[in-house]
């Protein structure tokens, strides 16, 4: 990410003109920036760590345009520390070492440093471990942002002595108030009609760079006043939305949908399902992703759920897209509306668990087979009773290994199929209960 509150050293009037617009509206105290209320209203952990005087490192988790570089600039700039900027895309060794040498010289001549230090999970672990001595003898407050979920891509070691805070996507009320900004910057109205601003924030997609870069284009039209909205969108390109397929948002949205049709809410299962394919994830995924829905929320309950999630992937693959995904979406409003039970997914757990609490124990001697004389000698297959010999094809038998208490693992709920299911599980308990008091 590049800097984008860098002063430009040349004050000329031409020089300034030429500033990008992002530059030119950057706030130069905390209480102009747009946005992140929560991190800097009176109540805001930001501000209350400023107002006590206690700073201390922080890594800023959001996603791109939110101002994540603004506020570490100005936060050295409330704290009189030198301002440091890094890439972790860019810097190696050398500029760490570098950097480093150079704090500890201010810190010796009685000032501290405030690393800012970009996509700081782009850093592998030796790289992040280098800011630990630093950070525990004060030498350094680091400040890192970063885009990824610090849990999974940021060292422990540095979480346990830094603070996340989360920056938000700027709503559509901050984009309004910097389209405000701007057009006092620029000295002129644009004279945008309100739905033409609506289309304006909607391609901004709650970021605050790309938002400007868009007005500066709409500025620079020699008709920009009064253009409507079906022309600004005809003639800027729409900002691709958030979405990582290997990141944080890939998980979000698969977590999305999938909580979605559990939920039984077939529109917010079709748009994060949309969502998705907007995003450019690959449909043979959803296609996977929906049949373990089907076996996992669903199961018995409706057990043609997983047929339908297996004929529409079918489908995809004879198809391809478009077409393909109309049949995936068919599988999606389906799977919403289906009962829903994870008493199998239940049962299996618990049963995967007994099973490996209880080892190597054998089957009960009588339902194994005896094909030879000394296994038959030893007591193999004896006291089996065939079940189709018994007049209701039920012989009420144990299969359990013959120290085990018998458990229960599979408890149908009373939705869909799966009613019928428990009415022949309570008929198949009644007979055993009978046919051991019989004995």
Partial sequence: MSDLFQSDPDPSPKAQAMRPLADRVRPSELKDVIGQQHLLGPEGSLRLMLDAGALSSLVFWGPPGVGKTTLARLLARETDFHFEQISAIFSGVAELRKTFDAAKLRRKAGQGTLLFVDEIH???????????????DGTILLVGATTENPSFEINSAVLSRAQVLTLNRLSEGDLRA???RAERELARDLALPEETQAALIAMADGDGRAMLNLIEQVAAWPDHAGVSAATLSARLQRRAA???????????LISALHK??????????????????EGGEDPRFL????????VEDIALADPQAQQVCLAAWQSYESL???????????????????PKSNAAYVAYKAARKLAAQTGS????K???????????EQGYGAGYAYDHDAEDGFSGQNYFPDTITRPSFYEPVERGFERDLGKRVAYFAKLRRDRNRDE
Avoid: C
């Fill in 287 to 294: 296609a996977r992703r929906l049949t373990r829905m089907a």
């Fill in 242 to 252: 958030q979405y990582d397929k290997s990141g944080d948002g890939h998980y979000n």
């Fill in 260 to 277: 979605s049709i559990r939920g039984s809410d077939p529109d917010a299962a079709l748009y994060w399902f949309s969502r998705m394919l």
């Fill in 361 to 364: 124990l054998a089957p009960p």
């Fill in 122 to 136: 782009r850093f592998n672990k030796a790289q992040q471990d280098s800011f630990l001595p630093l950070m525990e």
């Fill in 178 to 180: 910097l389209l405000a």
């Fill in 320 to 338: 391809g897209s478009p077409e393909g995904e109309l049949a995936l979406a068919n599988a999606v409003i389906y799977l919403a509306l289906a």
């Fill in 366 to 376: 009588h339902i194994l087979n005896a094909p030879t004389k000394l296994m038959k």
